[in-house]
């Protein structure tokens, strides 16, 4: 039954199940730039079937999302998760939780899958994967609300296809006017070096960029 309470509404959207319910007015210190994001989501999101009368009158903030950046440890994690509870919960839309570079992980696997099935090689467990991948990616790039979790940790490689598919799935996102919440440790000087030109100019347009500082949270539990 897929209702608040059961662990089911929670588990289609991948959050960790320490996050499971857990709202921003939960917690004891919510980022404000997060509430801000939380209580203008008409103004960011749009269904793609709204008629042009019934538009935000302001289209500038229509697809953009939030930037957590920041050192490990000062709960971007936990703080994009209550975001995302939030929005779900007050505007019962639907939302997904993924760290990019398990994305990044799963779809280099899905590539050598679909070799296999090409080939005839690989048998069901092949082509179960392959459908498993493409019922995710597709989740990814329509769900209303996205949690990109640790961008700029994933494996990178000297061909750049990280960077490329953050770029890939962003743009669309933010074309489709579907706002994405990402974490990174990557500050403003280190998107261009870790990942292009384009990432770092495509991040400033997108995303209201939240610069964090603080005490790792688990270094004095």
């Known amino acids: 039954m897929r209702t608040a309470d059961s662990s089911y509404y929670w588990r289609q959207m991948n959050l960790p199940g320490r996050n499971w319910?857990?709202?921003?007015?939960?917690?004891d210190d919510p980022f404000q730039e997060l509430i801000d994001f939380h209580l203008d989501w008409q103004n960011?999101?749009?269904?793609?079937?709204?008629p042009l009368s019934k538009f935000p009158t302001d289209r500038s903030r229509i697809g953009r999302g939030v930037m957590l950046s920041g050192d490990p440890g000062l709960r971007k994690?936990?703080?994009?998760?209550?975001?995302?509870?939030s929005i779900c919960r007050r505007y019962q839309v639907d939302g997904?939780?993924?760290r990019f570079g398990?994305?990044?992980?799963?779809?280099?696997?899905?590539?050598a899958s679909h070799n296999k099935v090409d080939k005839g090689l690989g048998g069901e467990?092949?082509?179960?994967?392959?459908?498993?991948?493409?019922?995710?990616?597709?989740r990814l790039y329509t769900v209303p609300v996205l949690v990109l979790d640790d961008v700029g940790k994933e494996h990178r490689t000297a061909s750049g296809y990280a960077a490329q598919q953050f770029t890939t799935l962003l743009r669309h996102r933010h074309?489709?006017?579907?706002?994405?919440?990402?974490?990174?440790?990557?500050r403003g000087g280190e998107w261009a070096s870790a990942?292009?030109?384009?990432?770092?100019s495509f991040a400033m347009e997108a995303f209201d960029i939240v610069y964090i500082k603080g005490q790792d949270y688990r270094a004095i539990r």
Do not use: W
Not at 102 to 111: A, E, I, L, M, N
Not at 125 to 138: G, I, K, N, P, Y
Not at 175 to 186: G, R
């Open 21 to 27: 319910g857990v709202k921003l007015g939960d917690l």
């Open 44 to 50: 960011r999101y749009v269904h793609q079937d709204t």
């Open 77 to 85: 994690t936990t703080q994009a998760c209550a975001a995302m509870v």
């Open 96 to 98: 997904y939780f993924v």
């Open 102 to 111: 398990d994305y990044v992980q799963d779809k280099t696997k899905s590539f």
């Open 125 to 138: 467990a092949a082509v179960a994967q392959t459908e498993r991948f493409s019922e995710l990616e597709h």
């Open 175 to 186: 074309d489709a006017m579907l706002p994405t919440i990402v974490t990174t440790n990557l």
């Open 195 to 200: 990942y292009d030109e384009s990432a770092a």
